[in-house]
């Protein structure tokens, strides 16, 4: 990555005194001596060209006042467009789309970096599930809320304690997963190609702050929902569970507006070049004002991975049960709690064909609603312009590629 200016952090002015669309405010119309030139619709200032008052076209040969000649364009130019998305604000299904179209474009980088860290994932998932997850406890139907809650908990302590090697991994894997992806997508909207390999270079001088990023908003998360059930637990009892449930409730709704405020701190992160707590304080400024819609995009994506999901999940895992019919006959009698290698084989291919296409879309939409952001904030599009080197808008001194 490079120091090209469009992607590099401009400070606390760019962000401060508009009006979310990169427009200066009333303080631009200052004249040269610092004092701001007022004057109203009616009485422009002298010198300046008045309209006529008598709107009455002037008639006369030669003189066609009715409708446009055809083919004429008199609105706005259309936005620059060397890459994936058009360098102007964009809308929801802009974003979606040029998620979508970087994995359509890009798609030998994009899927090489999506499947290996797929493959790798659910190996570790595979091996997790068949050799570390201990068995369930059984749960006593006779039990009170109170104990009902208690085993409950035991049990997802149980897997979250065998899943855990696993989960460290797939952290890993889509850790770097996000970096790499960061850099094919933000080269995709100047329309330049990039490699695996120079992917990695530019990505991984900034894996260890990603890495210490994710871990810190891993650690809040963790805190809040602690902090939301701990009040039940000491309590105990029926008013205990009551109160867990409330205290989980407002952990939620705590925690899903602490992921929309940092949602941008990774892509501020890796093409900003700035450390973890100002890329949180970054992305908390860049969200600020448009948190619902972050909200709305952000959601409807996760949806649509979702669905997609299940679309391809659900055909593997029926295979799964049909090749590993010994296993499923166990779990329905009761007589077997694990699955067997065919089944977990299974659906693991069909987990890796799923990651690779949703991985892909799930970090475009996120650089791509930072990008979007600093469009309207900062006027981003005429640096990105530059970097382009689109005639008309100078170029970028120095720099031939983007990316910090």
């Keep these: 990555m490079n120091d090209t200016p469009g992607w590099t952090s401009p400070g606390s002015a760019p962000s401060d005194g508009q009006d979310g669309s990169g427009t200066p405010g009333p303080s631009a119309a200052a004249d040269a001596n610092g004092s701001a030139t007022q004057w109203s619709k009616d009485q422009p200032p002298a010198g300046q060209w008045s309209p006529p008052t008598d709107r009455t076209p002037p008639s006369g040969p030669g003189q066609n006042w009715g ?12 936005a620059a467009k060397p890459g994936v998305v058009p360098l102007r604000p964009l809308g929801m299904g802009e974003i979606l789309d040029g998620a979508v179209k970087t994995l359509r474009t890009y798609w ?29 406890p059984e749960l006593n139907p006779d039990a009170t809320p109170a104990e009902a809650l208690e085993q409950s908990l035991d049990s997802a302590q149980a897997s979250l304690i065998g899943l855990g090697p696993a989960l460290l991994v797939t952290m890993m894997a889509s850790l770097v997963s996000a970096a790499l992806l960061t850099v094919v997508i933000s080269r995709a909207i100047l329309g330049r190609p990039v490699s695996l390999g120079a992917a990695w270079q530019e990505a991984r001088p900034r894996l260890l702050q990603l890495l210490g990023l994710t871990l810190l908003l891993a650690a809040m998360t963790a805190a809040i929902v602690f902090v939301g059930l701990l009040p039940g637990l000491l309590i105990g009892g029926a008013a205990g569970v009551a109160l867990a449930l409330l205290g989980s409730l407002g952990a939620i709704v705590a925690v899903v507006w602490l992921v929309i405020r940092f949602s941008l701190s990774s892509p501020a992160l890796m093409l900003e070049r700035q450390g973890v707590i100002q890329s949180l304080k970054r992305s908390a400024k860049l969200v600020q004002g448009s948190w619902w819609r ?7 994506t996760q949806l649509l991975v979702f669905v997609f999901t299940m679309i391809v999940s659900i055909p593997f895992m029926i295979i799964g049960f049909m090749v590993d019919s010994d296993g499923f006959t166990g779990l329905l009698s009761g007589t077997s709690s694990t699955y067997g290698w065919p089944f977990l084989i299974i659906t693991g291919i069909g987990g890796v064909i799923t990651s690779a296409i949703t991985y892909p879309i799930s970090a475009g939409v996120t650089v791509l609603l930072y990008v979007d952001q600093r469009i309207r904030r900062e006027a981003l599009d005429l640096e990105l312009a530059r970097a382009a080197g689109l005639p008309g808008y100078g170029a970028a001194p120095g720099t031939d590629t983007v990316g910090g």
């Design 108 to 136: 030998r980088t994009v899927l090489a970096i999506t499947v290996t860290v797929a493959v790798i994932s659910q190996i570790a998932n595979i091996l997790a599930q068949k050799y570390l997850v201990p068995a369930p």
């Design 67 to 78: 409708t446009p000649p055809p083919n004429v364009n008199w609105g706005r130019p259309p």
């Design 294 to 300: 972050i909200f709305g995009i952000t959601v409807l």
